[in-house]
């Protein structure tokens, strides 16, 4: 309940002006991919769920559109730090290492889900420049980019946090200024605890004080428009080693906390994937219950997430994500839902469409009412 109550006075903070003025909303709809089954027109298939009358980005009675295009007392609303008031984001990171680009991978996961996503992952490192021009247009969507980067693979955190990469950091801020003023989400060098060592410069006050000189020299060259996520790995393996609580690198430069975790032959459902414990940290509470009593006002991300093949158990994929279907609404503070979708994933397939069962339950969740209320604001 804390968590709940601190979430809903930061997005109360956040969306006022919009929710006391009635703003006008994007006026765009959800746009299926040509050709993409079982879609109507609305971008709600015929007979799903939400009802009568709504469309699946959220317009109409109960939503930010409405036949006038105008926001409602109480309506959904999307506040300055991409929190969406009610429901949450739906997103994919769509056929990872394949080699296809942004935009062909999207549309293709897209047809294969019969939704619009809103959030759409993908990685970069180094002196990469981002956004893409494949994904800007990507994000016209309208869709929100998670872009998630790695500063300097060829630097330690230590030597980031001094400016040795200064110079690529503002070189990728002059490139943002100039090609992408919408918003977006950054996360920064995710899942750092694998890389935490002594006396390297990579330990948990490196990877702090690195975090930290990014953000804040990004900002300071005009790059307001990022939404900043901190990502945790979402197995319990590291939450007992006695550096686990000193990574987060503070309020001030984190918008949303997020974690990656994948089904297993450890995890049989939702409740499981989000609250893996550990018999040698017995007050461990897992993951979610971590962050809502660590970061009460924070929105929650699965930044990814996923389930693998289960030789001799061809069901795992549907009942899977039918429990995620049951459970969803046990999490309130987790606002974002990013699908990690590859056939060569590091531990298996992770495709949602494996079987026609998963692919059907794959889809029945992405429509559920909770993924559909919120409407991405244009790019």
């Known amino acids: 309940m804390r968590g709940v109550v601190g979430l809903a006075v930061l997005m109360a903070g956040g969306c006022l002006a919009m929710c006391t003025a009635c703003a006008v909303a994007s006026g765009t709809s959800e746009r299926m991919p040509e050709g993409a089954s079982g879609g109507t027109s609305n971008g709600m298939s015929a007979g799903a769920s939400g009802g009568a009358g709504r469309d699946a980005r959220g317009s109409g009675p109960t939503g930010v559109g409405g036949p006038t295009g105008r926001a409602t007392p109480g ?98 801020a002059r490139h943002i200024v100039r090609t992408f003023p919408g918003r977006f989400f950054l996360a920064i060098q995710h899942e750092p605890e694998a890389d935490v060592r002594r006396g390297a410069g990579y330990s948990a006050a490196d990877y702090v004080a690195m975090y930290r000189h990014v953000v804040t020299r990004l900002r300071n060259r005009g790059v307001r428009n990022a939404v900043i996520v901190m990502t945790y790995r979402g197995g319990p393996v590291w939450v007992s080693k006695p550096w686990f609580d000193r990574l987060y690198p503070g309020d001030d430069v984190v918008d949303w906390v997020a974690f990656d975790s994948y089904a297993d032959g450890r995890v049989s459902d939702f409740a499981g994937l989000v609250s893996q414990t550990r018999s040698d940290r017995p007050k461990w509470p897992g993951f979610y219950r971590w962050m809502q009593g660590r970061f009460p006002a924070k929105p929650i991300m699965l930044a990814e997430w996923g389930a693998f093949e289960r030789p001799g158990l061809p069901r795992y994929k549907r009942d899977f994500f039918a429990s995620v279907e049951r459970q969803i609404g046990d999490y309130p503070q987790i606002k974002a839902l990013v699908y990690f979708d590859s056939p060569v994933a590091s531990r298996g397939d992770t495709r949602f469409d494996t079987t026609p069962g998963a692919g059907r339950a794959f889809s029945r969740l992405a429509r559920d009412p909770k993924f559909t209320a919120p409407s991405v604001p244009p790019a």
């Open 75 to 172: 309506a959904c609303a999307v506040t300055d730090k991409l929190i969406p008031t009610c429901g949450a984001w739906w997103g994919i990171a769509p056929d990872v290492f394949s080699g296809r680009g942004p935009l062909r991978a999207t549309e293709m996961a897209e047809r294969r889900m019969g939704r619009h996503a809103d959030i759409v992952h993908v990685y970069h490192r180094g002196d990469e420049l981002f956004p893409t021009p494949q994904e800007r247009v990507v994000a016209k969507g309208p869709r929100l980019l998670l872009i998630n980067w790695r500063p300097a693979p060829d630097r330690t955190w230590a030597q980031i946090a001094r400016g040795e990469a200064d110079a690529r950091i503002d070189r990728l």
